[in-house]
Structures are given as C-alpha cells and as structure tokens.
C-alpha cells in the first residue's frame, strides 16, 4: 500500500510540475502580447504627438493655418518648405538668410527687385538659370508674414518617433505567396502519382504482351522493344499512306494561311529608334493621344508628334536619360526622328480619321487596340478590306447632334425599321474607300 | 501510295515553303510578305512616309519647311457667326512678338462669343491638351505637373484674374516654365480654351 500510495503522490507531483511550468508559459505569453500590444500603443501615441506638436507650433506673427492655405496655393508647386530645391529654392530658414523688408519686396515683385540691381537677388536669378518667380503684388504684410509663419513651422525639424506597430504586418503579406507554393506542392505530388500509376500500368501492359510474345522478347530491353513495334507499324502500309496524307494536308493548311496572310502585317511591332513607351506616357501619365497626334479629330492622318511636342515636357523632365538626349541631338541637327511605320494601308486605299473618330466617334482602341497598355506599339486588326466592310456592316451611323445627317435619317427611318447602319450611307461603296 | 523520291521531294518542298511563309509573318520586326510591295511604299510622295532618298530637295527629304515668314491660312478663320446670326470679324492673324503679353492684355478680347457650346467644346480641348499638366479642376495637380513641377492653381491670387488676351498670349507662346502650345491648338481652339480656364478660375 506504501508502494501504491508513493507512486500516487510521485504523479500528482509530475501532474504539479507540469501544470507549474503551463502556467509559466502562459504567463511568458501574456508577457509576450502584453508588451507587443504597449509599444504599437507607445508608437501610435508618439505618432499622434509629433503631429500635434506639428500644428501647435507659436505662431510668429502670422496665422500659421493661413499662411499654410496660401503657400499651398500660390507657391508649394515651386518651393519645399524643406531646403529642398523644387523649381525655386527650398524655403527652409529663409528668414536667417534675408530680413522681412527683402522678403516682402521679392514676394510683392521679383523682378522689380532684379531690376533694382540687388547683388543676392541677381546671384539667385542667375543660379536658377533666369527663370522667373510669379509676381504676387496684391500680398500685404499680413498674407507674407502668415506664410513666413507657416514656412517657419513646418521645416522645423520634429523628432520623429520609431513607429514599433509597423512590424506587425509583414506575416499577413507574405500570405499570398505561401499559398501559391501550396498550389504548387499539390500540382508536383499529383504529377508524381500520375507517373507512379502510368508506370504501373506499362507494367501490366508488359507482363500481358509478354504473355503472347514469347520467351525470347523477355531477354531485349525496353528501348530495343519500342524499336521493334515502331518497325512493325512504320511496315503496315495503311498507317504510312494515313501519315504522308495528313503531313501533306496540314503542310497545305499552312501554306493557304500563309498565302491569306501575304500583305496583312497584323502583329507587326518594329522597334522603334527611340524607346518610346505608350503605356508610360498615355496610360500611367494620362496624356491623352490627341495632345501628341494632332490631327486625329481634325484630317485624314492623325500624325506623328514632331520633337517640338516632346520637348514641351522633356525640356525638364529627365533631360539626363540617354532615350532623350536623342530627342535634343534631333533638334540640334536639324534631322527628323525617324520613327518606323506601323500602319499603313496600300495605296489603294483610302481611310480618314476624322471620319470615324470626330464623325463617327470611335474609340481609338476599336481599331488599334488598347494601346495605353503597349510598351511598343503593334498593329492589332487585321487592316483588310474585309476589316473594313465588316465594321461598315455593323456599326451605326452616328447621327447625334449632327445636323448633317438629320434629313437622311429621317428618310431612312421612313422605309425601313432599323437604325441606319454604315452600309445604308454607301459605306460599301468601292469608290468611297478607293481612288 | 508508292513513296518514291518524287514524292518525297515533293513533300519535302510544300513543307519548307509553307514553314518559309510562316515564320516570315510571325517576326514582329518584319512586315511579312507583301503581295504589292509598291503599294505599301510607294514611289508617290505619302505624308509621314518615306521610303527612298529624295532626289530633288537638297536634304534628300520629302518634307519642305514652309518659306520663313508664311502664315498657313486654313488654321486662320477671321469670322465667327454669332448666336444672334450676326458676324463678328477679328483678324485671327497673330502678329504680337512673344515679350509683349502686356500688350496683349489690353488690347486683345475673345472674339468668339461666349455660350454654353463654345465653353463645352473649350473644355474637350483643354481636356486633350492641359488637362495632364494643370489638372481636372485647374488646380496644377495634373499627372505629368507632378513630374513636371512648377504647374499653378488657376483659381489662387495670382492667377485668378488673367483676362482673355493673357491666356491666348500664354497658349501661344509659352510664359516661364511652360512652352509654347502654338503648334497643337489653333488660334480659334485657343480661344475656346480660353473661356474653359475663365470657369476654372473661379475655383471649383
Ligand atoms: C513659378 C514658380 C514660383 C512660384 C509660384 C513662387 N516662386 Fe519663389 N522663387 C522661384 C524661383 C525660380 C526663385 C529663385 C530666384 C529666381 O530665379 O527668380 C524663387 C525665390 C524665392 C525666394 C528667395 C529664396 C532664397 O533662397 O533667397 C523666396 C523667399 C520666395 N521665392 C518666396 C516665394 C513665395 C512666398 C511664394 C508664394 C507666395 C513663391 N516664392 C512662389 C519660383 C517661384
Ligand atoms: C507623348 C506623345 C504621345 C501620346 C500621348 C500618344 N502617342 Fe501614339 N505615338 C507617339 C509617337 C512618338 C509614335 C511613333 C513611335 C511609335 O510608333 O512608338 C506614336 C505611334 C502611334 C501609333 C502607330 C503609328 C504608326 O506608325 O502606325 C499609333 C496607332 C498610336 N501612336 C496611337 C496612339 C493612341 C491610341 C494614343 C492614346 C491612347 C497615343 N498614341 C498617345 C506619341 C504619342
Ligand atoms: C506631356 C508630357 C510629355 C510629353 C509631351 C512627352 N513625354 Fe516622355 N515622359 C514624360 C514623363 C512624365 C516621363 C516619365 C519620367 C519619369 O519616369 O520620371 C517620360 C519618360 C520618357 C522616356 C523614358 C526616359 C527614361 O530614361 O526613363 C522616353 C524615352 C520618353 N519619355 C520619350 C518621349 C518622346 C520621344 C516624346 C515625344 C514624342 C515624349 N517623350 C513626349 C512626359 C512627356
Ligand atoms: C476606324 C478605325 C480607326 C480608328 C477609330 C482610329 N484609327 Fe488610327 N489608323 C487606322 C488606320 C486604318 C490607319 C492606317 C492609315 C494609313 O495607312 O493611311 C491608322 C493610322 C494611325 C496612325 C499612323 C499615322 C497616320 O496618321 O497614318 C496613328 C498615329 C493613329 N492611327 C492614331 C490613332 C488615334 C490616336 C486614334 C484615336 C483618337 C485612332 N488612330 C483611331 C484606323 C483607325
Ligand atoms: C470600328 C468600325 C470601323 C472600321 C474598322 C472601319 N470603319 Fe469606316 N466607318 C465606320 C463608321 C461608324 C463610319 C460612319 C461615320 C459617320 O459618318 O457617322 C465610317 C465611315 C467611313 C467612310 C465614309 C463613308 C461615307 O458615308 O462617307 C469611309 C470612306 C470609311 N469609313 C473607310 C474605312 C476604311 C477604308 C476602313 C478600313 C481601313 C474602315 N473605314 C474601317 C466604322 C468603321
Ligand atoms: C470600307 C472601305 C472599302 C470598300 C467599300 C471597298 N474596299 Fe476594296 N479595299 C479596301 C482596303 C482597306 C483594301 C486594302 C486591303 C489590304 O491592304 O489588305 C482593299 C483592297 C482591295 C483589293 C485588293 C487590291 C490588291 O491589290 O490587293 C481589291 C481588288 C478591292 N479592294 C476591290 C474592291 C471593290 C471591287 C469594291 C467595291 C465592291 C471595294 N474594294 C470596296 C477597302 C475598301
Ligand atoms: C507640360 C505641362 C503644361 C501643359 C501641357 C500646359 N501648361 Fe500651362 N503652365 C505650365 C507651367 C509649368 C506653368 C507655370 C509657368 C511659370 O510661371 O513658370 C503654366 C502656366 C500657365 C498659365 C499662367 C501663366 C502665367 O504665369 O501667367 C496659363 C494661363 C496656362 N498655363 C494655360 C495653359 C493652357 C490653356 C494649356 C493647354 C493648351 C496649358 N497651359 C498646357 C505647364 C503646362
């Protein structure tokens, strides 16, 4: 009974020192969140303190919230209030470098005060190669020292508190990647089964055709087996007149493409001489095509921009790039940029842009594709007279507003129930689309 | 079927042709083939194309700048009907040099008419040719001004009270940072544009 009773009290003790060391666990964890949970709170706070003290700043004189509305206004698109350089000079302690009287007369008139023969004005002029301030003559002494004030505040260094929640959302984002590797694993395991299974069965297949084949195939290995049976089929007359016959059509079909093909450059992308991107400029710049194709809504040709049109941005924007500096030798020299041709019909044919676009209202991307999304521009239809008379069948004519086509309208609507497609205006006329 | 050598060769050759004509197409820097080349590059003179050498203009080009000093008179209309039916005459012509923009501004007035008609079409070319850099509301938050650097709010104190002749002067010639816009809008479509930025200057 001793025994028995010792043993007892030895588990209750194991059962004891177990749960002691659970309970040390979950306090270490508590700890754990605990002291996570105090220092995102700690960093938040010191986040909402700095910006507090970032609109609490004294105000020298001027109205901080105002002269932040009007620097915001009239100067933030060509000053930092940091030292750094915009178009003019960073604003940072500018009030160290010149005195208040200075300040008023440069903001009231700039070049007046150039004119005025000032050394530190004219030294300024020159280093930001003469371009010049906007003149803001109706500012008084309140408007200058609100934005002086402002200036001020805002380029006063805060120190800035580490931001400690910032860690806890790194795990979340690599959830995606994870499970692509999941999706992958799975795909390699169920490939492996299907291997094991298709092993399998050329197994049996072995063991039966080794049935009936005899002793004396055991000893020939697998590949001299193969060998054998494509002799045997290579030998059977039917299946090799079946191959030559279905290589001689397929060579036909293929060459009858190729021969429909012939004149049609659908998928033609031709590098161009400059590495000019239309997904940068048209679609992640939102410039829009017309800015640059001139005549589009206008003429027959919606042309090429010539280096004048790039030049309007790129006399600022990234001068220094090798892609540029080829616009600024075109213009230096006097030569053209010789783009490659994408489109181009035949003679033959005649086609307008502003016929369908202006007129008609077509998108560009009906009949070139979306291309805002084309590093290099490729032609995507077809650009056949069957393209053309397909699109002529089907659209309508756009009569809106268009007082043009007012009394057509009306009489076609007089003998038939339809809207007035392209075709019911000679759109399938030969002459309208050939010389 | 008897495979003869005949036959072979005969295989042998509609496969080479047909794997010819189609790796010709499938090169995205080549054209294909082309049944009428000189329909495609023709030896007539084609705007925007040029195939040859020109032989006649010294510069081997087959565009010719325009004699110094000519003004292209189509981009000119010098009368504009008005809603009342009557017409205004203006000499579109713009002979102001490009440092005289105060002289512009007081001696040039829109002569296009306002109306509803005019401002919406004013605003479509805006939207094709400022709207990048000055943005929707005029405010200078375009998505190239942001590259750009240096675009104005149209509505704030120094800008809000530009007249007709200021805008047309700018659009024509360029002022500080911004360039000239002479050679993408013509001088009636400047004058449109000129009623849009009126409306944007007033802020939202
Ligand atoms: C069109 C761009 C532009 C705008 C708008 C502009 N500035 Fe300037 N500013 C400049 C340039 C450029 C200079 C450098 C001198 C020069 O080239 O004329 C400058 C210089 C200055 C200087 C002298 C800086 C120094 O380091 O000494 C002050 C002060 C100044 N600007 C204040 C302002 C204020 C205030 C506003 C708004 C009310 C403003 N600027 C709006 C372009 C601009
Ligand atoms: C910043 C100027 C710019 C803008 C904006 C622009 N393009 Fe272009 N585009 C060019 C230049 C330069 C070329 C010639 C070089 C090339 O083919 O890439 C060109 C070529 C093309 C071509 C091929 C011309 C040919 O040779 O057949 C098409 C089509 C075209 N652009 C359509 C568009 C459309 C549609 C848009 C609006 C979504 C647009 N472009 C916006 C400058 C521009
Ligand atoms: C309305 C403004 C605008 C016009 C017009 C314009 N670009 Fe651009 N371009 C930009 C902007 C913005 C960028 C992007 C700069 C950046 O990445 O910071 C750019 C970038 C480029 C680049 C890439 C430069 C590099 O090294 O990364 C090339 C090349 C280029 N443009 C060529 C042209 C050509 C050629 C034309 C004339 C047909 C043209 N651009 C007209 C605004 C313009
Ligand atoms: C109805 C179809 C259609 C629409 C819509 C259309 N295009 Fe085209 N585009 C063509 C064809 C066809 C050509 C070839 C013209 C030629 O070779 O004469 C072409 C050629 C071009 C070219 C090469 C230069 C030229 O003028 O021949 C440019 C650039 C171009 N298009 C831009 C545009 C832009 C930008 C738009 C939208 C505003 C647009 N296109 C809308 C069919 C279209
Ligand atoms: C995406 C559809 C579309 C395609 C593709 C298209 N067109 Fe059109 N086309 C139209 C529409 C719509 C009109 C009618 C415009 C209007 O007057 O309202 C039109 C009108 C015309 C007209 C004037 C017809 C008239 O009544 O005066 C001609 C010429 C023309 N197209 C030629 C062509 C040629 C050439 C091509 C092929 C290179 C072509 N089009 C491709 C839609 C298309
Ligand atoms: C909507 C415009 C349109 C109309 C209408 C039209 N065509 Fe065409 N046609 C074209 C275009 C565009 C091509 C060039 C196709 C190409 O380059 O692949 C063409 C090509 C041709 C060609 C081939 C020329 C060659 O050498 O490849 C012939 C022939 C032709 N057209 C005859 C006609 C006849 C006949 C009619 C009247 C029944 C007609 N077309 C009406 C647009 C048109
Ligand atoms: C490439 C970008 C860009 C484009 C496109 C552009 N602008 Fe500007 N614009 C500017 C910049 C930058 C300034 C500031 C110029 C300065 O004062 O240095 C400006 C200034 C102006 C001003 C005020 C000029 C002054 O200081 O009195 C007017 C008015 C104006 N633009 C109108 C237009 C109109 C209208 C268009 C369209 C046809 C247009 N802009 C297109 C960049 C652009």
């Not at chain 1, 002793?215 to 079946?242: H, P, Y």
């Not at chain 2, 794997?19 to 995205?28: A, E, F, K, P, R």
């Amino acid at each position: 009974m001793i025994e028995n009773n010792s043993s007892v009290v030895l588990q209750s003790e194991k059962v004891g020192i177990l749960h002691y060391i659970n309970m040390i666990r979950k306090f270490y964890k508590s700890i754990l969140a605990l002291s996570v949970a105090v220092s995102i709170s700690i960093g938040y706070v010191a986040a909402q303190d700095s910006t507090s003290i970032a609109s609490a700043a004294p105000a020298g004189g001027g109205d901080v919230a105002k002269g932040e509305g009007l620097f915001k206004n009239n100067c933030a698109q060509c000053h930092a209030v940091t030292a750094e350089v915009v178009v003019g000079p960073g604003l940072a302690g500018i009030e160290e470098r010149r005195d208040y009287a200075w300040l008023k007369n440069w903001i009231n008139n700039p070049m007046g005060v150039i004119g005025s023969g000032d050394k530190y004005a004219n030294e300024l002029y020159l280093k930001y190669n003469k371009t010049q301030m906007t003149a803001f003559a109706a500012f008084g002494d309140e408007e200058v020292k609100s934005i002086l004030a402002y200036v001020k505040s805002a380029s006063t260094p805060v120190a800035t508190a580490p931001v400690a929640g910032a860690v806890a959302t790194t795990p979340a984002e690599t959830g995606g990647g994870t499970f692509i590797n999941v999706i992958l694993v799975a795909l390699l395991v169920i490939m492996g089964l299907v291997l094991v299974a298709l092993l399998g069965i050329l197994q049996l297949l072995n063991r039966l055709s080794g049935a009936d084949a005899g002793a004396a195939d055991t000893s020939l290995s697998f590949g001299e087996k193969l060998q054998a049976s494509f002799k045997n089929i290579a030998a059977n007359k039917t299946v090799r007149s079946a191959i030559v016959w279905a290589f001689i059509l397929l060579a036909t079909k293929a060459t009858f493409d190729g021969m429909y093909g012939i004149g049609v450059h659908q998928g033609y992308a031709p590098k161009q001489p400059i590495a000019f991107s239309h997904k940068l400029h048209a679609g992640e710049m939102k410039i829009n095509c017309a800015y640059c194709h001139t005549g589009v809504y206008k003429g027959k040709q919606s042309g090429i921009p010539s280096a004048n049109i790039c030049m309007n941005c790129h006399n600022a924007i990234k001068r220094e790039s090798p892609e540029i500096q080829k616009i600024y030798t075109a213009i230096e020299t006097n030569k053209p940029i010789e783009w490659v041709r994408v489109h181009n019909l035949p003679d033959l044919a005649y086609f307008n842009h502003a016929q369908h676009t202006n007129v008609g209202g077509l998108e560009c991307k009906n009949c070139h594709g979306e291309i805002e999304k084309m590093e290099v521009v490729q032609q995507r239809s077809s650009l056949t007279m069957g393209w053309c008379i397909d699109c002529h069948r089907k659209s309508e004519v756009n009569g809106k507003d268009n007082g043009y086509y007012a009394k057509l309208m009306e009489a076609h609507s007089a003998v038939s129930k339809g809207a007035m497609k392209v075709q019911d205006n000679g759109g399938l006329e030969c002459a309208k689309c050939h010389y | 079927m008897k495979v003869s050598l005949k036959n072979i060769s005969l295989a042998l050759s509609i496969v080479t042709f047909s794997t010819v004509v189609l790796t010709s197409c499938s090169d995205n820097n080549s054209t294909g083939w082309e049944f009428a080349p000189n329909m495609y590059n023709s030896r007539a003179y084609e705007p925007l194309t040029q195939w040859r050498k020109n032989i006649i203009n010294a510069d081997g080009k087959d565009m010719r700048s325009p004699v110094a000093g000519t003004i292209s008179r189509a981009n000119y209309q010098t009368s504009f009907l008005q809603d009342d039916s009557t017409v205004v005459n203006d000499l579109m012509v713009y002979n102001l040099p490009k440092d005289s923009i105060a002289v512009a501004e007081v001696t040039l007035k829109n002569p296009i008419p306002w109306s509803d008609k005019a401002e919406e079409e004013g605003k479509v070319l805006y939207e094709r040719n400022c709207l990048h850099c000055h943005g929707e509301k005029g405010a200078g938050d375009g998505a190239v001004g942001k590259v750009y650097k240096g675009v104005p709010n149209y509505a704030s104190d120094a800008y809000k009270n530009m007249n007709d002749g200021h805008i047309f002067h700018v659009i024509t010639y360029g002022k500080g940072r911004m360039w000239s816009h002479a050679s993408q809008v013509n001088p009636e479509e400047r004058w449109k544009i000129v009623h849009y930025v009126h409306r944007l200057q007033l802020g939202n």
